[in-house]
């Protein structure tokens, strides 16, 4: 009345009961009252706040209003709440936004639903117990035949002997698996570079000496080839009789005229004329003999 209030709007698609002179409160202060309600259409309703001037400062341009009830039973009200941002303060005759209030009707509508599914849910309960009750499917099965029961625990039981002796096999193989980086196994020796290196080398000379084998066997295959074509001296050896027997007896004669000759010398080392010459290599072998063993 005295200059001291200033005008700010805010709309609503539904008022929920708000009269003119209702409260309105910024962060829980009584700031100002509802000075007029406007009804633009269908959906849009206008609310004129008239609003302590001092408060105008603290009121942000992101502000939220929104309308409550004092109280559980008490009167509507329009409650501002500010807002979170860096925002410039409002000026007489600005509109903030607005929250619409959850209606009352809405709520029961809810509840309605919410009891109508839990009573549905309830009865499936019921029914659900009572056929594990009964030891009908197979829940009901599980707990009221002690068979199975029994059963079941064997079966847990075998399970977890499995996961042990499951368990000891990968601790076996992890300690097999880490034997192999050893130095003294065969693969921690094949790892080495060097040792793989020889293995090459070595692999390299067998190669080289299995490529020489075949040119030998492939030449020894030449030959017996040419022995049976009745090429060569082996072949006449082994094909012609008349041949090995002219050797054998060529071989005979040698040794008789061998034997002749020795019975010759010796007749000669007893003849007088050559008794001299065989008696002075005889010394000269004996003197070479003992100059042998002085050298030694």
């Known amino acids: 009345m005295f ?56 009121i942000k341009k992101d502000a939220i209003a929104t309308i409550s009830s004092d109280g559980l039973v008490g009167n509507m009200i329009i409650s501002i709440l500010p807002g979170k941002g860096n925002e410039p303060s409002v000026e007489p005759g600005d509109e903030i936004r607005s929250q619409n209030r959850i209606r009352t009707d809405d709520l029961l509508n809810t509840l309605s639903i919410t009891n109508k599914n839990a009573a549905a849910l309830t009865a499936n309960l019921l029914k659900i117990t009572d056929t594990i009750i009964q030891g009908k499917g197979t829940l009901g099965s599980l707990i009221n035949d002690t068979i199975m029961s029994k059963d079941m625990k064997e079966t847990m039981r075998y399970l977890k002997l499995t996961s042990k002796g499951t368990s000891e096999t990968v601790t ?78 060529t071989m005979t004669n040698i040794n008789e005229a061998s034997f002749r000759l020795n019975e010759n010398m010796e007749a000669l080392k007893h003849n007088f004329l050559f008794r001299g010459y065989f008696k002075k290599q005889e010394k000269a072998k004996a003197k070479a003999a003992k100059l042998n063993e002085i050298k030694k």
């Open 3 to 58: 200059g001291k209030t200033n005008h700010l709007e805010a709309v609503f698609n539904n008022v929920s009961g708000l009269q003119l002179g209702n409260n309105v409160r910024y962060s829980g202060i009584s700031v100002g009252t509802v000075r007029g309600i406007e009804m633009i259409n269908d959906t849009t309703i206008r609310v004129d706040m008239i609003i302590d001037k001092t408060i105008f400062p603290h």
């Open 172 to 249: 076996k193989l992890n300690k097999l698996i880490t034997s192999l980086d050893n130095k003294d196994n065969v693969v921690g020796v094949i790892k080495d570079s060097a040792v793989a290196n020889k293995i090459k080398k070595m692999v390299t000379n067998l190669n080289k000496s299995s490529t020489e084998i075949d040119k030998v066997i492939t030449n020894l295959n030449a030959t017996i080839l040419n022995v049976k074509d009745g090429k060569g001296v082996i072949n006449h050896l082994s094909n012609d009789p008349q041949l090995v027997q002219k050797i054998d007896s």
